[in-house]
């Protein structure tokens, strides 16, 4: 059974800093990895998805990496933002469950 | 394009009672997923819908219960509430099963007294 965990549970920094969210999976047979962002009491935003193929996506301030084989991602966020602060969740397909981990809940000071 | 829409947003019911939550996908999505999200347990995955078929299923008891519809709108039921059952319940859709990226719905908030 794949298991996903996140490190760290949660993040305070000041407005302006670069951080890194990371994620590891155990099962590294994994077809692509799905970033999201959870506002409190609010649905899942999806923020990347990298394919297995891929080693990076990247969509404004936002980076996501992969490493099948040490099963590893990492969430790059620059220049961090209020508006930023939020729980983020990697999630990762596997045998069409998908498998979330316990988020990083991300707090942004101004 | 529309994103995925669930409904109710809220729900009060007492132990006891039966619920059912809606799940309308992304159009052109013919994929729909449940979750269940606790902050004890975190996400967990309820079951997975495709043609009208449940392709997947979680570790939940049977009194959690789905169906997919022709238009790939989806249902979720609850039968005798539990205490426990209070959750947020999220929907996500995608084009085909397994492994496309998946979109979520703001999810249902029920509250079991």
Same mark, same amino acid.
């Given at each position: *059974?794949?298991?996903?965990?996140?490190? /760290?549970?949660?993040?305070?920094? /000041?407005?302006?800093?670069?951080?890194?969210?990371?994620?590891?999976?155990? =099962?590294?047979?994994?077809?692509?990895?799905?970033?999201?962002?959870? =506002? /409190?009491?609010?649905?899942?935003?999806?923020?990347? +998805?990298?394919? &297995? &193929?891929?080693?990076?996506?990247?969509?404004?301030?936002?980076?996501? &990496? +992969?490493?099948?084989?040490?099963?590893? &991602?990492?969430?790059?966020?620059?220049?961090?933002?209020?508006? =930023?602060?939020?729980?983020?969740?990697?999630?990762?397909?596997?045998?069409? *469950?998908?498998?979330?981990?316990?988020?990083?809940?991300?707090?942004? *000071?101004? | 394009?529309?994103?995925?829409? %669930?409904?109710?947003?809220?729900?009060?019911?007492?132990?006891?009672?039966?619920?059912?939550?809606?799940?309308?996908?992304?159009? #052109?999505?013919?994929?729909?997923?449940?979750? %269940? %999200?606790?902050?004890?347990?975190?996400? %967990?995955?309820?079951?997975?819908?495709?043609?009208?078929?449940?392709?997947?299923?979680?570790?939940?008891?049977?009194?959690?219960?789905?169906?997919?519809?022709?238009?790939?709108?989806?249902?979720?039921?609850?039968?005798?509430?539990?205490? #426990?059952?209070?959750?947020?319940?999220?929907?996500?859709?995608?084009?085909?099963?397994?492994?496309?990226?998946?979109?979520?719905?703001?999810?249902?908030?029920?509250?079991?007294?």
């Amino acid at each position: *059974k794949q298991e996903v965990t996140q490190i /760290p549970a949660a993040l305070s920094v /000041p407005e302006g800093e670069n951080l890194v969210l990371n994620c590891s999976f155990t =099962d590294s047979a994994i077809y692509n990895l799905q970033w999201f962002r959870q =506002d /409190p009491g609010k649905g899942l935003t999806s923020l990347l +998805l990298i394919q &297995s &193929s891929q080693r990076e996506q990247t969509s404004g301030r936002l980076n996501a &990496s +992969l490493d099948k084989s040490s099963g590893r &991602s990492t969430l790059y966020i620059a220049a961090s933002q209020p508006g =930023d602060s939020a729980t983020y969740l990697c999630a990762v397909p596997n045998f069409n *469950k998908f498998y979330f981990g316990s988020g990083t809940k991300l707090n942004v *000071k101004p | 394009k529309a994103g995925v829409t %669930q409904t109710p947003r809220y729900l009060i019911k007492t132990r006891g009672q039966q619920v059912t939550l809606s799940c309308s996908p992304i159009s #052109g999505h013919r994929s729909v997923s449940w979750y %269940q %999200q606790t902050p004890g347990q975190g996400l %967990q995955f309820l079951f997975e819908y495709f043609s009208e078929t449940q392709r997947n299923k979680g570790n939940f008891p049977g009194r959690f219960s789905g169906r997919q519809f022709s238009n790939s709108r989806s249902e979720m039921n609850v039968s005798t509430l539990e205490l #426990g059952d209070s959750a947020l319940y999220l929907c996500a859709s995608s084009l085909v099963p397994g492994y496309n990226e998946q979109f979520f719905g703001p999810g249902t908030r029920l509250t079991v007294l």
